[in-house]
């Protein structure tokens, strides 16, 4: 049989006829490659979509920023022209302000807590923000806690980042704590990270361990220190066009998934954190394990100021003292 070019290239647009029922195929967009965290919980919810809705339902994956950085993809969502982005919060506060509070830099202890408060009242109340926007966040998912690289020296102590121009994320909150470090920060979508660390237009970026694997940093980083000054959560997000299209059985099967890609994503980034930093060394990075980190939280005094006024100090103590 000979296909007519323009049918094909129909059918590919508006989903494939397999036998009886029609196949929609739903592009889903990340920063990092599919081995990575991001890759590893795009794929448990896409495997679950399909299964879930019998195949009416599957994924093309984008991986590696090949739709841009995280900011386009958002926008991307919001315009209709992709259908999901599994992103950091990096510039999500942009989009939905009530999201900022969670970027703030020493806000959470540890994992668990993090965790905790995103999967508690706190997370789950800032999910239902995003309907206005015109996104939809689906569930939380995770990036990790971030850490500084550079190319010059060791950083111990606020005092070894001052001075050292550091890519950020478009994230005033995280650029306003960071300033309180001394550093110089230089925000920068993430696609454009690596040249910028290679040509030296910056000396130094932070991101967590799970996205310094991925991304090859080693390659153009010589020091890794743990300063774990922040946790960047990720997020699964689509629009309201979308889910509205949805019966509400595929509702719950893409939110059940996008709940399974969250815990699968936290479960990579675990693997990441316990076995990614002996890689690092190998791959020939110099690791500074013994962090200041009372330096650092004296240092974000004036900012955690500042924070206290925007967000409230009540709402800021709700989440530390979640246990
Ligand atoms: O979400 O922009 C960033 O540094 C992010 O951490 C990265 O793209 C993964």
């Not at 994503?265 to 076995?275: A, L, P």
Request: proline share 6%; charged share 20%.
């Amino acid at each position: 049989m000979k296909l007519n070019p323009l049918l094909v290239g129909l059918g590919l647009a508006a989903g494939l006829m397999t036998g009886a029922s029609a196949q929609t195929v739903l592009k889903i967009g990340y920063a990092t490659t599919q081995a990575s965290h991001y890759g590893v919980g795009s794929t448990v919810f896409c495997d679950d979509i399909e299964k879930g809705t019998q195949g009416r339902y599957k994924c093309q994956q984008f991986p590696n920023s090949a739709l841009g950085g995280e900011r386009e993809m958002i926008e991307a969502v919001q315009l209709g022209t992709l259908d999901f982005v599994n992103t950091s919060t990096g510039p999500v506060g942009n989009f939905v302000p009530e999201v900022k509070i969670v970027d703030i830099p020493f806000l959470f202890r540890d994992y668990d807590h993090a965790r905790k408060v995103m999967d508690g009242p706190i997370g789950q109340e800032i999910l239902t923000k995003f309907p206005p926007k015109g996104l939809v966040a689906l569930a939380w998912t995770e990036n990790g806690f971030r850490h500084m690289t550079n190319s010059k020296h060791p950083i111990v102590k606020p005092s070894d980042a001052a001075g050292l121009k550091m890519r950020t994320m478009e994230n005033k909150v995280h650029m306003d704590g960071y300033r309180t470090f001394g550093i110089q920060p230089t925000p920068m979508a993430f696609p454009e990270v690596f040249g910028a660390l290679q040509q030296g237009t910056v000396d130094g970026q932070e991101n967590p361990i799970p996205v310094i694997l991925a991304s090859k940093f080693s390659q153009v980083q010589k020091y890794l220190s743990l300063t774990g000054h922040v946790y960047s959560p990720a997020l699964l997000i689509t629009s309201p066009r979308l889910m509205n299209k949805l019966s509400d059985a595929d509702k719950k099967v893409f939110n059940d998934a996008a709940k399974k890609a969250g815990i699968a994503q936290r479960k990579k980034v675990n693997e990441d954190e316990n076995n990614g930093i002996a890689q690092l060394e190998k791959d020939g990075m110099s690791v500074v394990r013994k962090v200041d980190g009372q330096a650092f939280r004296d240092a974000l005094v004036p900012a955690y100021a500042a924070y206290s006024k925007e967000f409230g100090a009540d709402n800021i103590r709700k989440i530390q003292e979640v246990k």
